[in-house]
């Protein structure tokens, strides 16, 4: 396995919405080698979620793991992700991203959602996850269509850099995406 280079903020890469990834291309030792090495990533840099652009490979893939939540989510690689909301319920929270290194940010993301894709072994899942959980699925579905978290902020009174945050705002630090 291997660490991968994450592409920052300004990469045209992350601005390029992604491919849907072939049926036939799941098995392959090549997707399944990008597979491992993001999740080595993620790892790495002390991510709890990465997608495929932001290591340079413009398709529909993302990994994510929430550990200790109110509401974990397992370590996932997802692919050709499709989320509908459920309810009406919008909450505001800390996010911050890989490739924005220490920015901290409050986001908006519907609290509650349904994730419909396909698993690293070419079977269909479906999950429905609430708080965290369901923020990271958000943020990691945005990067596929070129969003990043800025996009979706409706203020920018809260950005802020990580050791500020960890002085005025919290003592507990936000993982990145
Ligand atoms: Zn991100």
New binding site residues.
């Given amino acids: 396995m291997s660490i991968l280079k994450v592409a920052r903020m300004g990469h045209p890469v992350l601005r390029t919405p992604a491919r849907a990834v072939d049926a036939a291309e799941i098995r392959t030792a090549a997707f399944q080698k990008l597979i491992d090495d993001m999740i080595e990533t993620m790892h790495e840099y002390e991510?709890i979620?990465?997608?495929a652009p932001?290591v340079h490979e413009s398709v529909r893939l993302f990994v994510a793991g929430v550990e200790g939540d109110e509401h974990p989510l397992p370590l996932v690689a997802v692919i050709n992700p499709e989320i509908t909301p459920i309810g009406a319920a919008v909450v505001e929270d800390w996010?911050?991203?890989?490739?924005?290194p220490d920015i901290r940010g409050k986001v908006p993301r519907r609290d509650r959602v349904k994730l419909r894709a396909i698993d690293r072994e070419g079977r269909r899942m479906e999950m429905t996850i609430s708080g965290y959980g369901a923020r990271v699925l958000q943020?990691?579905t945005?990067?596929l269509d070129g969003v990043?978290?800025f996009d979706r902020m409706t203020s920018f009174e809260t950005l802020t850099f990580l050791e500020e945050y960890g002085r005025y705002w919290s003592r507990t630090e936000v993982p990145?995406?």
Avoid: N, T
């Fill in positions: 991510g979620g990465l997608a932001q996010e911050g991203c890989l490739s924005i943020h990691e945005d990067h990043l978290f990145a995406e």
